[in-house]
């Protein structure tokens, strides 16, 4: 036993100084809870009892006294103690989570460290190398290097830091102790797909170190320190330019391409900084500094050999701006809500975006999760591959904002493509996605392309106050000679405000010289190059007293061969021998990077796609399910003792689709008018089962069932049908199949005949079918990692969406897109529809892709066709009859040749006139002449108040085939609240029952 308590008494401690001061927190708790005595009872602690009490039982003697139901009170009860149990275990999941985040930081950066060092060196992964050899190394040199950081400090920064403030004269370091524990190199990625005259590095560190650095301040009696220091990050190693003599390589360039995790343990009177919000604000300090030194676009230079342009290794030329579009996103969480929770609302949603040192936040749209922002941003790349732009979205709120989501976007990829508009997934949150078009811009060192640029960007529009920019200048800031001396003969502290197009940037400052050397570049935005200048002015530090001062028209710049002024300027309102060396580069924003053209493939690509012969054979079969009667009444009152009815509803099964129609409360003879759509073989011989339930709270009772076949072979059924398994009840069904056809002079008509027709479950006949069938692509981009990429097709159309099966990219061909996309096509139906013959079959260019990178795809639209049947089957014709300036009706005539019935169905009203301020209560009238009698006379039921009534009222007459093509339907619509002196009849139109007659009404 004793074994076992040291063995957790010593893993305790191995878990560092935070674990052992939480314990002893927690022990100290415990121990003052052991030694708290009770209080005494005081008078005023009695009294405020007895009132609670008296609180309490007011509201139980006013509801007596009044008579209040004794139920109102065990209610308000029931909800009092469930409303304050509900907020104390919300309190108790605020307090958990609070004490949850305090530690949470703490262990996982605890465990991530562990994790780092307690790797196996068998351990590898695809892309980045192990080198243990290296960590080694470090470990033997480490206590020369921190000879070395000490003699740094001691001999150079400190020295610095002294003349840097008055305040700071009698600043030194007492202790430089680097510690034992060396920064470890946890993996080593190398790149070779950089330019050959260099070596690129990139080094995965990894430093947990015993640091313990004393700074004393004797002035103001000021100690402090830091004690251990962990840093994380991925520092990149550029050895260049590589030479044909020893040692090989030119220089060496270190930089962070992203700001690297620092956590520092601050001790003496900075412990004060631990402070939650001064430690974050130190931390954040420390970054900077960091930053302002080792974070692209700033880079640590070590020459190796003498003679070298320190400064063009020091700022070299970007590699390209990338346009950023912010457009729109989709699905944001909503984060607002109101009454406490109760009310759920949506966000206010905005973006931020960061790529190094580059911020930009977008403008908040109020309420809304699908927020459209249209604005445009543009930054400079240093670094490709390797920088990422980041984006974090976030609710507007008056305290803290929410997050929203993030995502990061790889640039390495936008230059491959040149062009990438797509969606992005938001990570890190339920859902939401962010619509971005990113372009590449090369940078081009003439002018052959600047007057395209400048038309391009006329037409380019931001809802930010942002213009597009045509190019960018880059101003190299070497050194300064002969500066005049400040007044009283004192040597100035020189410093450069260089501003070009409204836009200022400050150099740093070189103290007590009149030779100051800065050796810093600034990168400006230029939207027009033609009419700008460079304005310099060389300053001391306190900004008021000028030393000189330049200006150099970009028009200069423009006229060298490389765009390029690399020369000694007269500094003017100076001394006579003042002079600044200046180098100002000019680069033209170039929207399409010039890549010499690769050969086609040996490899000839078929020219057009090669489906089956049942390729676009299917039709639309039409269920048009009308009303039921006889239902059985399943629904029972009182416990069975009073017959009720039935709530009923069908489900319609088609293999594997299933449709549902909605529910008649209390209706035993129901009337749906509802209407679906299956795509489905010619040749299909699929059953089609209707079930009818009665909708009820707990389980569903069986109303009955049928099954139907060989539905396409009859091609058109209008009938009752008798439900099985029950005792009585039948279901009228209309079935249609609409085959389809190669013929856009149909479609006028078809969408003509389409909007007469109106259903209860507000369904849209379809109007044609589109048919897309995909073959191949080639030339598709490989991932990230150099890898071939695993395919397929994702298709859209409105919100509809087919996925194809992902295959192997095999060299030639293969199919399309993979987890992320890799490339993007639209082909719009109105371009379908000018094709010959309705289709598209061709290879179409992918957009956000490579420039060859191409698929092949049949594109095919097929127009419904209208089976009209004469003779001893039927006809179905839906038309509308206007009546002229009084609105219109909108009728469906169907006769069925095998029952010699005529049936009329009275969908709707539209435009009445009124002839009142109020609206009129109409109904619609139907009268079959020239007979007048009582049997040919049938009216709808009245819509009160309503100019649009819907009626979708059937009405059937028997009438003989031979006699129906001599007969007229008279339609009148007339006014039910109508006086005697106002007529009643609002409108009224005639129809003829001959086929062509109601064909020549519904022609254009």
């Not at 929203?404 to 230059?415: N, S, Y």
């Amino acid at each position: 036993m004793q074994d076992d308590k040291q063995e957790s008494t010593e893993a305790k401690g191995a878990e560092g100084p935070g674990a052992s001061g939480a314990g002893e927190k927690a022990l100290s708790n415990v121990r003052g809870a052991e030694t708290t005595k009770p209080k005494g009872i005081s008078a005023v602690a009695v009294l405020w009892t007895f009132g609670k009490c008296l609180s309490a039982l007011l509201p139980v003697y006013l509801a007596g006294y009044y008579r209040v139901s004794t139920s109102l009170l065990v209610c308000g009860m029931m909800v009092y103690t469930g409303w304050k149990h509900a907020r104390e275990a919300k309190e108790e999941r605020l307090r958990s989570a609070i004490q949850l985040l305090d530690n949470e930081e703490e262990y996982t950066s605890m465990k991530s460290s562990k994790i780092r060092r307690d790797l196996p060196a068998w351990v590898n992964f695809p892309d980045v190398e192990k080198v243990e050899w290296l960590n080694k190394v470090l470990q033997q040199v480490w206590p020369f290097v921190g000879q070395y950081l000490e003699k740094l400090l001691m001999e150079t920064i400190a020295p610095s830091i002294r003349a840097s403030s008055a305040h700071l004269q009698t600043l030194s370091f007492t202790k430089v102790d680097m510690g034992d524990k060396a920064m470890k190199v946890v993996g080593i990625k190398a790149h070779t797909e950089n330019d050959k005259g260099q070596v690129l590095l990139d080094l995965y560190i990894s430093y947990v170190g015993n640091v313990e650095i004393n700074v004393e301040v004797k002035r103001y009696f000021c100690k402090a320190g830091v004690k251990g220091i962990q840093l994380h990050g991925m520092m990149r190693v550029i050895l260049e330019p590589l030479i044909g003599d020893v040692p090989i390589v030119g220089a060496v360039t270190m930089f962070f391409i992203r700001r690297p995790k620092l956590d520092i343990n601050w001790t003496g009177l900075t412990n004060l900084l631990d402070i939650p919000g001064l430690n974050v604000m130190s931390d954040s300090m420390i970054m900077d500094a960091i930053a302002s030194f080792l974070v692209l676009p700033n880079r640590l230079v070590v020459p190796l050999v003498p003679g070298l342009h320190v400064a063009q290794l020091r700022c070299p030329l970007p590699r390209g701006v990338v346009r950023i579009h912010l457009l729109e996103a989709q699905n944001l969480v909503a984060k607002d809500n109101y009454v406490k929770g109760v009310m759920a609302g949506l966000s206010d949603p905005y973006a931020i975006l960061r790529m190094g040192p580059q911020t930009f936040t977008s403008k908040h749209i109020d309420n809304t999760d699908c927020p459209k922002w249209g604005e445009m941003y543009e930054v400079i790349v240093h670094e490709v591959p390797g920088q990422e732009l980041e984006v974090e979205v976030y609710d507007k709120d008056t305290d803290k904002d929410d997050f929203l989501g993030r995502t990061k976007l790889d640039l390495g990829i936008v230059k491959k493509s040149i062009a990438v508009d797509d969606w992005f997934t938001l990570k890190d949150t339920p859902s939401g996605r962010v619509h971005f078009k990113l372009e590449w811009l090369a940078l081009q060192s003439n002018t052959e392309q600047l007057e395209q640029v400048l038309k391009r960007n006329e037409s380019i529009t931001s809802k930010n106050s942002n213009p597009p920019s045509s190019a960018i200048l880059v101003v190299y800031l070497d050194k300064a000679e002969a500066l005049p001396m400040k007044k009283g003969n004192k040597e100035p502290n020189p410093m450069v405000q260089i501003s070009v197009q409204e836009k200022t940037r400050d150099s740093k400052i070189c103290y007590t010289t009149v030779n100051p050397e800065w050796e810093e570049a600034f990168t400006f935005f230029i939207q027009d190059p033609r009419a700008k200048d460079i304005n310099v002015q060389v300053k001391d530090a306190d900004r008021v007293q000028t030393l000189g001062n330049l200006t150099i028209p970009l028009s200069r710049v423009l006229e060298t061969s490389h765009l390029s002024l690399d020369q000694w300027f007269q500094l003017e309102n100076a001394g006579s021998a003042s002079r600044i060396y200046i180098n100002a580069v000019l680069r033209v924003n170039s929207w399409k990077d010039k890549v010499e053209e690769s050969p086609s493939p040996a490899v000839t690509q078929p020219p057009h796609t090669s489906p089956d012969l049942t390729f676009a054979s299917e039709g639309v079969l039409r269920i048009h399910l009308l009303e039921a009667q006889n239902l059985v009444a399943k629904d029972n009152l009182m416990g069975g003792m009073v017959k009720g009815k039935s709530d009923p509803y069908v489900k319609i099964h088609i293999g594997d689709i299933a449709f549902k129609s909605h529910v008649i409360k209390e209706n035993l003879n129901p009337t749906w008018n509802e209407m679906y759509e299956v795509v489905l073989s010619g040749r299909s011989d699929q059953d089609i089962k209707f079930e009818a339930f009665d909708k009820d709270i707990d389980s569903d009772d069986f109303l009955g069932r049928c099954v139907l076949n060989d539905v396409i072979r009859s091609q058109y059924t209008d009938q009752w049908f008798t439900l099985k398994d029950v005792k009585s009840g039948r279901v009228h069904l209309i079935l249609e199949w609409v085959p389809t056809v190669s013929n856009p002079a149909r479609l006028e008509q078809v969408l003509q005949l389409q909007t007469l027709q109106s259903y209860q479950n507000k369904a849209v006949p379809s109007a044609a079918l589109l048919f897309v069938y995909i073959e191949a692509a080639h030339s598709l981009p490989f991932k990230k990692s150099g890898k071939e990429p695993k395919a397929g097709v994702e298709l859209v159309l409105g919100e509809t969406t087919f996925k194809t099966k992902v295959r192997l990219l095999i060299p030639s061909t293969l199919s399309l897109c993979d987890r992320s996309p890799m490339g993007s096509l639209v082909i719009t139906i109105k371009e379908l529809l000018a094709a010959p013959q309705l289709v598209l079959d061709q290879w179409f260019h992918l957009d956000g892709a490579l420039p060859d990178s191409q698929i092949l795809l049949r594109a095919e639209l097929k127009v419904r066709t209208y089976i009209k049947l004469y003779g001893h089957t039927s006809w179905t014709l839906p038309c509308a009859a206007p009546a002229p300036g009084n609105g219109q009706v909108k009728l469906s005539l169907l006769y069925t040749s095998k029952e010699k019935k005529l049936v009329v169905i009275v969908h709707a009203c539209r435009g009445l006139l009124s002839q009142s301020k109020d609206a009129v209560d109409s109904y619609v009238s139907l009268m079959l002449l020239p007979d007048k009698s009582k049997a040919t006379k049938k009216k709808t039921a009245v819509k009160k108040r309503d100019l649009n009534p819907e009626y979708n009222e059937r009405f059937e007459y028997d009438l003989p085939e031979d006699e129906a093509r001599f007969r007229r339907l008279s339609v009148s619509v007339k006014n039910n609240s109508a006086s005697f002196r106002s007529r009643d009849v609002i409108g009224q139109v005639s129809v003829k029952l001959h086929p062509h007659t109601v064909l020549s009404l519904l022609s254009p």
